[in-house]
């Protein structure tokens, strides 16, 4: 994302108003990773790292048994524990989070993963 929208980003979240979707939303769209090797769109890469954070927050992920890499800036998200992505488009086709400690609920953000 382009330094323009992302600073509009944290232009439109103030301090009190940084809850974990918030978050989330900050760390999908400061990309590090050179996303222009990946076959997605910028809003599938996005999205997918957006819902991504959003579970490792929720599901209480510092406590994961398995989170090498989780919520990373410079490393991509298909790199990470338990993530599995097709090697064409970089999409995430599966997540192995199974006897990881997950605890909390389940959003329904997750539904939106393309």
Not at 1 to 30: G, K, P, R, T
Not at 48 to 65: D, K, P, S
Not at 87 to 97: F, K, N, Q, S
């Amino acid at each position: 994302v382009n330094s323009s929208v992302h600073s509009q980003l944290l232009e439109n979240i103030n301090e009190h108003s940084c809850n974990i979707y918030n978050q989330a939303l900050l760390f999908a769209s400061d990309l590090k990773f050179p996303y222009w090797t990946v076959g997605s769109s910028l809003r599938t890469i996005i999205v997918q790292r957006y819902i991504l954070a959003l579970l490792y927050q929720t599901l209480n992920g510092r406590n994961w048994n398995r989170r090498k890499s989780w919520v990373s800036q410079d490393i991509w998200e298909c790199n990470w524990d338990g993530v599995l992505c097709s090697i064409d488009t970089g999409e995430i086709v599966r997540l192995y989070l199974q006897d990881n400690n997950l605890q909390g609920p389940i959003l329904s953000e997750l539904g939106m993963m393309p």
